[in-house]
Every structure is written in C-alpha cells, then in structure tokens.
Nanobody
Framework: QVQLVELGGGLVQPGGSLRLSCAAS????????MGWYRQAPGKQRELVAS???????NYANSVKGRFTISRDNAKNTVYLQMNSLKPEDTAVYYC?????????WGQGTQVTVSS
C-alpha cells in the first residue's frame, strides 16, 4: 500500500494561486495512476484531475485551463498547480493512488478561497 502526505493547502484570495504536493512512499509510485479529488461541505467527493503512469492527464470541466497536474517519479511526488482560484474551489483536497484493485488516500489538505 502507498502512503500519501499532502502539503500546500491554505487560504488564498479569489484569483490567486496555490500549489499542492503529494509525497508518496513505496516503490510502486511510478506505475500507479495518481489523482487529486476534493470534497466541499455537504457535497460528494469529486475528481479534480488525474495523471496516469504514462503521464496522460484528465481534468474536471470546472478546472480545465486553470489547474495543472504533474508528477515527478524521481521524487515520488504528484503536484496540483491551481491558478485563477474561485470561491467554489474551496474544499478539502485529497491525493489518491491507484494500482489495479489497490487504492490509497492521503489525509487531505484544506483549500479556502475567500476575500
């Protein structure tokens, strides 16, 4: 199982930027598909962006053109660069690792977009 630790959340004004990082333990990071999810109060957890082991990316329509997911296999880390943040981006953001039937979640990091 992969252990995941997210960093980089915080409070930012609308229009601002944040970069989240997710450091993974274990030797299977490079062959795992990675994703960022978020969950706002009273809402279901939703996929924000994903990047496969072959670096193919996928984004939710609500973040296309504003967020960028990337990975550095040498550092066992996946990133989420978030630009032009909106109040509706406020949520707890979770990192996910998936390999076949195995899936792991981080503890989450709070992102709050407010003036």
């Amino acid at each position: 199982q992969v252990q995941l630790v997210e960093l980089g959340g915080g409070l930012v004004q609308p229009g601002g930027s944040l970069r989240l990082s997710c450091a993974a333990s274990g030797s299977i990071f490079s062959i795992s598909d990675m994703g960022w999810y978020r969950q706002a109060p009273g809402k279901q957890r939703e996929l924000v962006a994903s990047i496969s082991s072959r670096f193919s990316t996928n984004y939710a329509n609500s973040v296309k053109g504003r967020f960028t997911i990337s990975r550095d296999n040498a550092k066992n880390t996946v990133y989420l660069q978030m630009n032009s943040l909106k109040p509706e981006d406020t949520a707890v953001y979770y990192c996910n690792a998936a390999l076949g039937s195995l899936t792991s979640w981080g503890q989450g990091t709070q992102v709050t977009v407010s003036s």
